[in-house]
């Protein structure tokens, strides 16, 4: 059984930063894609960034240039650099983990398995 753990949401102000961890346990972190997808109150759950295996990165034109995704295989955990943020990356932030970066970027594939979430609420 895989378990996601996702930390580090919280609140802060526009402009500010944040880094949003998810500690990976049960199977073998580095064969997995990893990816975040977030969702804000009252909208459907959207594609934030993910990382191939082999550490090629995806993301979502509503964060590229302000979100950075990494991955440390020796530690079993995904990052999420969130820089500049602003309210309407107010959102419950998720990491999942699947087969393929680039098509749970595109929607062509669901992810295998999902953390709880953790929330990330930026003010005006």
């Known amino acids: 059984q895989v378990q996601l753990v996702e930390s580090g949401g919280g609140l802060v102000q526009a402009g500010g930063s944040l880094r949003l961890s998810c500690s990976v346990s049960g199977r073998s972190f580095v064969a997995y894609a990893m990816a975040w997808f977030r969702q804000a109150p009252g909208k459907e759950r959207e594609f934030v960034a993910a990382?191939?295996?082999?550490?090629?990165?995806y993301y979502a034109n509503s964060v590229k240039g302000r979100f950075t995704i990494s991955r440390d295989n020796a530690k079993n955990t995904v990052y999420l650099q969130m820089n500049s943020l602003k309210p309407e990356d107010t959102a419950v932030y998720y990491c999942?983990?699947?087969?393929?970066?680039?098509?749970?970027?595109?929607?062509?594939?669901?992810?295998?398995?999902w953390g709880k979430g953790t929330l990330v609420t930026v003010s005006s």
């Open positions: 999942a983990g699947g087969t393929t970066a680039r098509d749970m970027g595109l929607g062509r594939v669901a992810p295998d398995y």
């Open positions: 990382v191939s295996s082999g550490s090629m990165t």
